[in-house]
Structures are given as C-alpha cells and as structure tokens.
C-alpha cells in the first residue's frame, strides 16, 4: 500500500522560510517523479513544483520560480520543499504526489499517489 506522508508544515511570518517533506512507502521512490500542489481556501488545487526520479529535471509554476526549491533524496525515499521569501498569497494545504510521470505533468490528474497534505499558513 502506497503511502505519502506530508510534514514540516506551520506558521511563518512573511518573508520567512519553511521546508516540507514527504516520506514515501509502498512505491518504488527512486523511479516515481515527485511533486508538490497547493490548494487555498476556496480554491483549486494548483501545481507547485515537480522533480524526476533523479533530481535531475525539475519544473515550477511562475509564481514560485526562484523563492521554492525541490528536491529529493531518494537513499531516505523522501522529497522536499525549500520555500523561502514566503508570502501571504502562498498559504495553502501542500501536498506532495508521486507517480511514473515523464515528462513532468502540472495537472494533478496526472498523479496517482497522494499525502494527506500539510498546512502553511503566512502571515503578513
């Protein structure tokens, strides 16, 4: 059984920083591409970020480029996500996805597997 689970999650003042990760189990991590979604309140859940099963390709939505960072260490079966200069329009539920997604999708019907997602909340 496929299993994500999301951490690392709070509140942050904006401006700060906060890393996720997500601990993988049931899959067989180091060939499943990884990505992060967001959903606020109200909202749709929008594409974050997303890496290959080597690190070695990655993808962002524009509104994250050059504040978010992903990546992966696939020895611990795990992803991150490095979000610095957080903003209040960045508070969301995160979740992290993985699948045998090439190339990189922003749809999240692409993805199969999902956490139960964490909660960032920045205040302004």
């Known amino acids: 059984q496929v299993h994500l689970v999301e951490s690392g999650g709070g509140l942050v003042q904006s401006g700060g920083s906060v890393r996720l990760s997500c601990v993988a189990s049931?899959?067989?991590?180091?060939?499943?591409?990884v990505a992060w979604f967001r959903q606020a309140p109200g909202k749709e859940r929008e594409f974050v970020a997303a890496?290959?099963?080597?690190?070695?390709?990655?993808r962002y939505a524009d509104s994250v480029k050059g504040r978010f960072t992903i990546s992966r260490d696939n020895a611990k079966n795990t992803g991150y996500l490095q979000m610095n200069s957080l903003q209040p329009e960045d508070t969301a539920v995160y979740y992290c996805?993985?699948?045998?997604?090439?190339?990189?999708?922003?749809?999240?019907?692409?993805?199969?597997?999902w956490g139960q997602g964490t909660q960032v909340t920045v205040s302004s």
């Open positions: 996805a993985a699948d045998r997604v090439y190339p990189l999708s922003v749809y999240r019907t692409s993805w199969d597997n």
């Open positions: 890496i290959g099963w080597s690190g070695g390709t990655s």
């Open positions: 049931g899959l067989p991590f180091s060939i499943y591409s």
